[in-house]
């Protein structure tokens, strides 16, 4: 509090309250020197009025942030969605479709921006939130008796995300969404969530890991969380084939939490990682965020992360995500359908019955760049 006194003169007190704005004080109004008490009332009112403000620019100043489609620097700001973007780092470049981050974009295909003969605007039905919630989520039906991405169970498209946000650029980039198995759902022997995707162009990244697992690939990466027997969870990765040595190494042999899944002669780039490490429940939500961390050109320094409710479950590191410079992360996998990538389908796999679950508050950040 200023020492209201008649020390304080009516010129001192504006110079201090221009000080505190950070403007020239003659650009408001003067007063003229007077020496009744109410010119002193005056110009205490002027001070507090600047005050006020900047107050109030600094505590807007968050919002116009994220207006920009950046999440605020304030820790205390962040809670409300900090599952989503868990990493410590700041953003320097994100969007969001969750309607609980300021600046949301919209739950549509424009948004996701769907690379041409990679899914449509059929590719997912949206329907309205769950309960009392305005926004709109995605839902995946699957269909008694189907799996596999091409069963027209589930949903599988692929999606570039805004063009203001370039992942080709990054190093670093964390992908959350929230997902809703409804009550009773049986999750069979497993199934697939959405990820991210990665490559050494934009068609070897779209074409190569799913054309066949058994070749030796090194142009493409996919990674991305699975649901298995019980709804126990892991995360899938199909990893470059010339850091096989690392990556068995960091993956089979590391210290991650829950079972690991290592790749054999006919699958010898898919890693089942940290499965039972955590769990999906019917009827409760989950916000999934997973990190990812290229490697440099020729060295293993690559790292996996996953955050479950906010909370990092485990970190695998020493990874070669990217078997050369060309390699980039280029957007988001997004499919979910009964069945596990790189298991060969049987009648265990397919969905017992005609089931739910519901995707939304996709979000994604850069916190490094290349």
């Not at 009112?45 to 403000?53: F, S, Y």
């Not at 920009?68 to 700001?77: C, G, L």
């Not at 039972?276 to 939500?285: L, N």
Request: charged share 15%; aromatic share 12%; glycine share 10%.
């Amino acid at each position: 509090m200023l020492p209201l006194h008649s020390q304080w003169t009516h010129r001192e007190l504006l110079n201090l309250s221009a000080v505190c704005t950070n403007v020239p004080h003659d650009i408001y109004l003067t007063l003229p020197a007077l020496k009744q008490p109410r010119a002193y009332h005056t110009t205490i009112l002027i001070a507090m009025w600047r005050l006020l403000r900047i107050s109030t620019f600094w505590l807007a100043l968050p919002l116009l942030h994220a207006s920009a489609r950046d999440v605020p620097r304030d820790s205390n700001a962040t809670d409300s969605f900090k599952d989503l973007f868990p990493v410590s780092n700041y953003p320097l470049k994100s969007w969001s479709m969750s309607h609980r981050v300021p600046g949301y974009f919209p739950t549509t295909p424009e948004t996701f921006n769907i690379p041409s003969g990679y899914g449509s605007a059929n590719s997912f039905a949206l329907v309205q939130g769950l309960g009392s919630a305005p926004f709109p989520v995605i839902n995946a039906t699957y269909v008694a008796g189907k799996y596999d991405p091409g069963s027209d169970s589930g949903f599988s498209f692929y999606a570039l995300g805004p063009e203001q946000v370039n992942l080709t650029t990054a190093k670093e980039v964390t992908m959350a969404y929230s997902v809703f198995f409804e009550e009773g759902f049986d999750f069979k022997v497993g199934g697939m969530l959405p990820g991210l995707y990665g490559g050494d162009s934009f068609e070897l990244a779209l074409n190569s890991c799913s054309d066949t697992l058994q070749n030796k690939i090194d142009s493409c990466f996919e990674i991305g969380p699975n649901w298995l027997a019980a709804g126990a969870g892991e995360v899938y990765a199909h990893l470059p084939f010339s850091g096989k040595t690392a990556n068995d190494q960091a993956i089979c042999h590391g210290n991650i939490p829950g079972g690991r899944e290592c790749p054999g002669n006919d699958y010898p780039q898919a890693y089942g990682i940290g499965f039972g490490a955590f769990q999906f429940t019917p009827g409760i939500r989950t916000t999934l965020a997973q990190r990812i961390l290229l490697n440099d050109a020729g060295q293993a320094n690559g790292e996996i992360e996953l955050y479950v409710n906010g909370t990092s479950i485990w970190r695998a590191e020493q990874l070669v995500i990217r078997a050369r410079e060309e390699g980039r992360i280029w957007g988001l996998q997004m499919r979910t359908y009964f069945g596990r990538a790189g298991i060969p389908p049987d009648g265990q796999d397919a969905s017992p019955n005609e089931q739910h679950a519901y995707f939304g508050d996709f979000s994604v950040a850069i916190t490094q760049d290349l």
